[in-house]
């Protein structure tokens, strides 16, 4: 079994009833209605997201982005960790990578970033009180 199936698996194992309505109600945008009622196991949604490139081995965003909004930490740290260890991709990267997607947001790179020790300008200390 891959890494990405195995990731699919133990995510599929922590995902309950109760908590796929919620991630496919977190995605009600990108499912249709009558799709998302044909959804009835977390397999079946991991599997929905792949035929419809919202996910991939090496494209974790959406789901990413899912977890998050659902507030399941726990998942979210999972997808990340594969991320870091399998696909060698770390946040810095990943903030490239999605600003390189949408042409827009690329004159925001510079504001996502952190400033460098040497780009920070240092304030003087305030007036000593005579």
Same mark, same amino acid.
């Given at each position: ?56 081995? *090496? ?14 930490? *726990? ?56």
């Amino acid at each position: 079994m891959s890494e990405y199936s195995s990731l699919l698996s133990d995510l599929s194992d922590n995902i309950t009833n109760e908590d796929l309505e919620q991630l496919k109600s977190a995605c009600k945008e990108d499912i249709p209605e009558e799709q998302s009622n044909s959804i009835t196991s977390s397999r079946d949604w991991f599997s929905y997201l792949e035929k419809n490139d919202k996910l991939a081995q *090496d494209n974790l965003s959406y789901i990413e982005h899912i977890f998050e909004i659902s507030r399941r930490p *726990d998942l979210l740290t999972r997808v990340i960790e594969y991320r870091t260890t399998v696909l060698k991709i770390s946040e810095d990267d990943e903030i490239e990578t999605k600003l390189t997607r949408i042409p827009s947001a690329k004159k925001y790179k510079d504001i996502i970033r952190q400033p460098s020790e040497d780009e920070i300008i240092k304030l003087a200390p305030p007036p000593k009180k005579a």
